[in-house]
């Protein structure tokens, strides 16, 4: 779990390949973090340790995504019985606890897993 969710952090920067503040949703930083993962993040360990500025620092945003991943990757496989994928922690991270399952997050699921194949199950020395 620990391999593919660090996996996961290449891959959701290239998801979120704008890299600009979007206004509009409140989202900042490169992985677009927004003010409610922020809270959920801070629910998950149990204190304020991080601001919605955070997001705007590389590592802090990873560490933020990390804890997120990780906890919402424990409860996908305690509901579901499997493990999570590729496609599952990205529509987690794009949805919510339960994006696993919504229909507007399927294409980012999809684009998620084809990076990964891209990056991680190319074909080497071809």
Request: hydrophobic residues 35%.
């Amino acid at each position: 779990m620990e391999q593919l969710i660090e996996s996961m952090l290449t891959i959701l920067l290239l998801c979120e390949n704008s890299h600009v503040d979007n206004k509009k949703e409140n989202a900042i930083g490169k992985y677009q973090i927004r003010p409610i993962f922020v809270e959920d993040v801070n629910r998950i360990i149990g204190g304020d340790t991080y601001t919605h500025e955070d997001a705007r620092s590389k590592s802090k945003a990873r560490n933020m995504i990390r804890i997120y991943l990780v906890y919402y990757g424990i409860r996908y496989k305690r509901i579901t019985g499997l493990e999570p994928s590729v496609q599952v922690y990205a529509r987690i991270f794009n949805g919510g606890p339960i994006g696993y399952a919504k229909l507007a997050t399927k294409n980012y699921g999809l684009r998620a897993k084809n990076f990964y194949k891209v990056l991680y199950e190319w074909p080497k020395g071809e």
